[in-house]
C-alpha cells in the first residue's frame, strides 16, 4: 500500500519545509511525511487523501516503548528540570 517518494518528492520536500518552519524537528518532519507516504494507497494525492480512523490505529504501547519515551524525555535538554519527574510520578490513593 505504499507511494513512492520518487512520486510525490515536490509534496514531501514542501511540507517538510513548512512543518521545520513551524518548529519541527527535521528528523520528525522527514518521518511524519514518509509514514504518509508509506501508508497512503498508490493511487491517492497527498495533498488531498483523508486516513479513516482505521488507517491510524496503533497497537497499544508496550512497557519497552514506554520506558525508551521515558528515558528521552528525561534526557531531553530542551525539558525544564521541575518536568523530569513527571514521567516517574505515582498517584497517591
Known amino acids: 500500500m505504499a507511494t513512492e517518494r520518487s512520486q510525490h518528492q515536490q509534496w514531501y520536500d514542501r511540507e517538510v519545509a513548512t512543518l521545520v518552519e513551524l518548529g519541527v524537528d527535521l528528523a520528525d518532519a522527514e518521518k511524519r511525511q514518509q509514514w504518509i507516504l508509506d501508508n497512503m494507497p498508490p493511487w491517492a494525492d497527498p495533498d488531498t487523501y483523508v486516513f479513516v ?8 504501547a508496550t512497557p519497552e516503548n514506554e520506558q525508551d519515551s521515558r528515558v528521552a524525555y528525561i534526557a531531553n535538554e530542551d525539558t525544564p ?10 498517584i497517591e490513593d
Open 53 to 60: 480512523g482505521r488507517e491510524l490505529y496503533q497497537e497499544p
Open 81 to 90: 528540570n521541575r518536568f523530569k519527574r513527571l514521567p516517574s510520578a505515582k
